[in-house]
């Protein structure tokens, strides 16, 4: 696509549910990532595939969390059990390969959580 | 591990004017990518500037400017001529396999 696509845009849930969120990558891009932004700060590294295998998940904050990219395009995140701290923006980019070159990240609008 | 320190949470600044947004890292890695993303309140992540750690000259793009300093560790941004649009906040960024942010610094621009 033209760009990196999240859905939902918005979600509301109670405390103790199950929650999905969805990233669609620009095609070709082998690197993705997910971070989650709480209001007035910055992005928080949550991890990182490249191709269909996570490279880093060291910003996952608890077993609650999980995230999979089966056919190295789409990927899910999924949250159990959710809690109220995990209301935030939750942000998806990608890249053409990840490593430390001048592979810009491409972020999509972001899926904003809440948990009531 | 990487850490990014931005100190200036907010700034005003006059329409037409410079501002220097600042930035530091510390990492142990040898190769590794700066950038600078700005969020306005839409919340939309937009892509700046890049410098790469072995780059000799500062990047540079439109009124976008990158002071690179290795040795000290710090990656300034120069937003030269402001506009009001450029109010929004603004990230640091460095990259060697994932990409850690500041804090953020929020710029407002006075007409």
């Known amino acids: 696509g033209a760009g990196v696509s999240q859905t939902p845009s918005n979600k509301v849930t109670e405390k103790g549910k199950y929650v999905e969120l969805r990233c669609d990558p620009i095609s070709g891009h082998t690197a993705l990532y997910w971070y989650r932004q709480s209001l007035g700060q910055g992005p928080e590294f949550l991890i990182y595939f490249q191709g269909t295998g996570a490279a880093d998940d060291s910003g996952l904050p608890n077993d609650r969390f999980f995230a999979v990219r089966p056919e190295g395009s789409v990927s899910t995140l999924k949250i159990q059990r959710t809690e109220r701290g995990d209301s935030a923006v939750y942000l998806c980019a990608s890249s053409w390969k990840g490593g430390p070159g001048a592979n810009v990240l491409t972020f999509g609008a972001g899926s904003r959580l809440t948990v009531l | 591990a990487q850490k990014i320190t931005q100190t200036q949470p907010g700034m005003f600044v006059q329409e037409k004017e410079a501002v220097t947004l600042d930035c530091t890292y510390d990492t142990s890695d040898q190769s590794y990518g700066l950038f600078w993303y700005k969020q306005p309140s839409s919340g939309e992540m937009i892509f700046l500037i890049y410098q790469g750690s072995y780059d000799e000259q500062n990047a540079t793009e439109g009124r976008y400017s990158l002071n690179f300093q290795k040795a000290r560790k710090s990656a300034n941004l120069v937003i030269s001529a402001s506009q009001l649009g450029d109010s929004a906040m603004y990230f640091c960024?460095?990259?060697?396999?994932?990409?850690?942010f500041g804090a953020g610094t929020t710029v407002t621009v006075r007409a």
């Open positions: 960024a460095m990259r060697h396999c994932k990409l850690s």
